[in-house]
């Protein structure tokens, strides 16, 4: 049977779905890859390490006036699709109370104020009810510009025949979000490139948000702007605990790309991992150009054809004898590769401060960090100490309610703590101080309170 033919049955279900014929296209198009024996994976032997990569720090500040002058033709667009399940949440992340009483949102709200830019959301059909009924009503900067776009979403492929998945019991778990590369393909098929455009506007500031430490600085506008580069990356220093995390590299040709681990063949995993040899990772945070961006899908014929990504799964990821399935994907970063003349951006970790576990919210939420001037969470500036290595007992600490149960009256200060390991059903009381190297235990079946005011100094 032909290829086309083997992808009739998506295309049903994906018209029966709604889903706009450049996005049927698009998935027909990595549906094609996947059968006819692609992986997706990169080798080793064909990257070479990315280098002469600009350092954000080194940047003329007087970038800042261009960039100044460019904020009027510049929105900033955020991926809000997360749900946050591994957290333990069943709406959107970005809803979660992070910092001083406000959401992820209220936050990102306050720095589109401040930087006087559009806000836009790229939501799923998950998401968005609840995130704008959580922004009604807030005064943002629009322009006229719609608040969001949805991203589209794919049917599951089972791997033993690469028919469409089925799964009676709950039939949303036959479909999976395409990866953040679909941005593209949605701001395309939403409408919402072409209004924008339309508007005047030439750049989108792009990132997760979960990601607090990303807003829009003039100066890196600036040089956004002055490069005339289609698409910019902010990448920042890889350390042991990003070994696993995707790297940027470069072709033999000299282009740059984007490798995930999904992406890395079982034979390079040492080299995947080498900090020393792939120094950057991506922090998903992109600056786009909007006019180059049309006229690469116009040319395409809508069809982005960033690099598949081919994610082996379980059909019901709560049950492991559910029949595997892939989950064909794309990464928006990966869009570095498509994009001639793309180039990337060295930036520091302050830039950088994703919420991903209940470990990270603590901190966040703890005096380890404060919300800056320009409502950017950035590390507070007492500490002294580099970021504390912060071990929660996942028995225990794993999801966002088991965490409010244990620090029912906010997170202890942390300001001078290197290191906080907690095994057992620990209970924080009120403005407890934690210092040094700190290890709390409860003994199976008890549990084990910290009273108030109290101070643990586990010393150096």
């Known amino acids: 049977m032909s290829v086309n033919a083997d992808f009739a049955p998506f295309e049903t279900l994906m018209r029966r779905e709604g889903l706009p014929e450049i996005a049927i296209r698009t998935f027909a198009h990595y549906y094609a890859q996947l059968a006819e024996g692609h992986t997706g994976l990169l080798p080793e032997a064909d990257l070479l390490p990315a280098d002469g990569i600009p350092d954000a720090d080194r940047l003329d500040p007087a970038l800042a006036a261009d960039g100044q002058a460019a904020l009027r033709h510049t929105v900033m667009l955020k991926l809000n699709g997360g749900l946050g399940t591994g957290m333990g949440l069943a709406r959107a992340k970005s809803l979660l109370t992070v910092k001083d009483g406000l959401t992820f949102l209220d936050i990102i709200a306050r720095q589109a104020r401040a930087a006087d830019v559009p806000l836009l959301l790229m939501n799923s059909f998950s998401t968005r009810e609840d995130s704008l009924a959580r922004l009604a009503g807030q005064p943002l900067p629009g322009g006229g510009l719609p608040l969001d776009f949805l991203q589209h979403k794919v049917p599951k492929v089972r791997a033993d025949d690469l028919r469409p998945a089925e799964w009676p019991a709950d039939p949303d778990l036959a479909w999976c979000p395409p990866g953040h590369g679909d941005l593209y393909t949605a701001l395309q098929t939403s409408g919402l490139l072409a209004q924008l455009l339309a508007a005047g506007y030439r750049w989108a500031f792009v990132s997760n948000a ?30 042991e605990a990003d070994r696993k995390g995707g790297h940027l590299a470069r072709r033999h040709d ?8 999904a992406q890395c063949p079982p034979a390079d995993e040492a080299a995947f991992q080498d900090i020393r040899r792939h120094r950057y990772f991506n922090t998903n945070t992109l600056w786009l150009d909007l006019r180059a961006l049309d006229a690469l899908l116009r040319e395409a014929g809508g069809i982005m054809r960033l690099p598949m990504i081919r994610n082996r799964k379980t059909l019901d990821p709560r049950d492991g004898a559910s029949p595997a399935v892939y989950q064909l994907e794309t990464a928006m970063g990966a869009a570095i590769e498509t994009f001639a003349g793309a180039s990337a951006l060295r930036v520091p970790r302050t830039r950088f401060a994703p919420i991903k576990h209940t470990s990270d919210l603590l901190s966040v939420r703890s005096d380890n960090f404060v919300l800056g001037a320009d409502h950017r969470v950035v590390p507070n500036p007492r500490r002294t100490l580099p970021t504390p290595v912060i071990d929660l007992d996942p028995a225990c600490y794993r999801f966002v309610d088991d965490l409010e149960l244990r620090f029912p009256h906010g997170a202890p200060s942390l300001v001078d703590c290197s290191r906080l390991v907690v095994r057992g059903d620990v209970r924080f009381g009120r403005r407890v101080v934690l210092r040094g190297e700190v290890r709390l235990e409860a003994a199976p079946g008890e549990v084990r309170s910290i009273p108030d005011d109290a101070v643990v100094d586990g010393g150096a």
């Open 210 to 239: 979960d990601h607090l430490g990303a807003t829009i600085d003039p100066v890196i506008l600036g040089h956004v702007v002055g490069s005339g580069a289609p698409l910019v990356m902010e990448v920042a220093d890889r350390t």
């Open 254 to 261: 000299g282009r740059l790309l984007l490798r995930e681990v």
